[in-house]
């Protein structure tokens, strides 16, 4: 089965402080990570995919399939990464679908 | 371009009733997903629909179903509303199947409320 985990549900730190958001996922086949976010008032949108090994405003996230893990994280938090942050899995083996996790609410104090 | 678009905004149904949820994908998009969002949970996959045809089916009842018209507009119906229904639901587009290559865009959600 499919199941991605976010053990956090609130994070706090200071600006300028490094941030790694957890995400644990189980999935038997090929999995396709991915991050999403979602400002306040804003729509839910991507963010980051693990494929494309890009860094999207300064977050960078690394698949690790020996520790079924793709964590989020950025060297030094600013104010406006304050978020909701979703992890999420898709892939082939079971229809295209797509499963997200519970969340982490980031918040950055000034 | 809107974006993906969601109507209605709110809807307020009782138990037992039926309800229909539509959504406008951006233009160009061939895939509809559709997202139950209960509050302080993350989304909940319902169905992905592409080229009119069911691509993906999360863990959801038989009350739960949708379709996809020829404009790729789409519709998500849910029969026999139940309390625990009440949640946002989302719409996604993409150009193809939503997945690394497919970017899946959000549309702003409806809010159900079931008394």
């Known amino acids: 089965a499919q199941r991605v985990t976010q053990p956090e549900k609130l994070l706090s730190v200071f600006k300028g402080a490094p941030v790694e958001l957890k995400c644990n996922y189980s999935?038997?086949?090929?999995?396709?990570l991915f991050w999403y976010v979602q400002y306040s008032r804003q729509r839910l949108q991507l963010l980051l995919r693990h494929i494309s090994r890009e860094s999207i405003k300064g977050f960078t996230a690394d698949l690790n399939k020996g520790e079924t893990s793709f964590h989020l994280k950025k060297p030094f938090a600013q104010e406006e990464d304050s978020a909701m942050y979703y992890c999420a899995l898709s892939g082939v083996d079971y229809g295209q679908n797509f499963v997200f996790g519970p969340g982490t609410r980031l918040s950055v104090l000034p | 371009d809107a974006g993906v678009t969601q109507s209605p905004t709110h809807l307020i149904k009782t138990r037992g009733q039926h309800v229909t949820l539509r959504c406008s994908p951006i233009s160009g998009h061939k895939s509809v997903s559709w997202y139950q969002q209960v509050l302080g949970q993350g989304p909940q996959f319902i169905f992905q629909?592409?080229?009119?045809?069911?691509?993906g089916r999360g863990n959801f009842p038989d009350r739960f179903s949708a379709r996809q018209f020829p404009n790729y507009s789409s519709e998500l119906n849910v029969n026999a509303l139940l309390l625990g229904d009440s949640a946002l639901y989302l719409c996604?587009?993409?150009?193809?199947?939503?997945?690394?290559?497919?970017?899946?865009?959000f549309g702003p959600g409806t809010r159900l409320t079931v008394l």
């Open positions: 629909y592409y080229e009119k045809e069911e691509r």
């Open positions: 999935y038997s086949g090929s999995p396709e």
């Open positions: 996604a587009s993409s150009l193809g199947l939503a997945g690394t290559y497919n970017e899946q865009f």
